[in-house]
């Protein structure tokens, strides 16, 4: 079975940096498309990053302006998002999501795997 676990959300003042991180099993981050997305309560799931087979990256540049890296560690076999000047509007619930297939545009429903989630929350 494919697994996806996020670890490294907390609560931090703004300002502050967060590295998240998706452990993964049962598939092989360097061979699948991985992304980041996160949740507010009473909102809509946003895209924040992808990086795909090849490498290839994209961030929802609205929302990151520059601010967060996704990278991925093969030999880990993990996918991490590096946080920094984080922003009050940034709490939300992360998810790492994994697809074996292929994206098309990289909407949240070619994700055919998700993990739980992991809060960060951050005070003003």
């Known amino acids: 079975q494919v697994h996806l676990v996020e670890s490294g959300g907390g609560l931090v003042q703004a300002g502050g940096s967060l590295r998240l991180s998706c452990a993964a099993s049962g598939l092989s981050v360097s061979g699948s498309a991985m992304g980041w997305f996160r949740q507010a309560p009473g909102k809509e799931r946003e895209f924040v990053a992808k990086?795909?087979?090849?490498?290839?990256?994209?961030y929802n540049a609205a929302s990151v302006k520059g601010r967060f890296t996704i990278s991925r560690d093969n030999a880990k076999n993990t996918v991490y998002l590096q946080m920094n000047s984080l922003k009050p509007e940034d709490s939300a619930v992360y998810y790492c999501?994994?697809?074996?297939?292929?994206?098309?545009?990289?909407?949240?429903?070619?994700?055919?795997?998700w993990g739980q989630g992991t809060q960060v929350t951050v005070s003003s």
């Open positions: 999501a994994a697809t074996k297939g292929y994206l098309e545009v990289g909407l949240p429903r070619e994700f055919d795997y």
């Open positions: 990086i795909i087979r090849s490498g290839d990256i994209v």
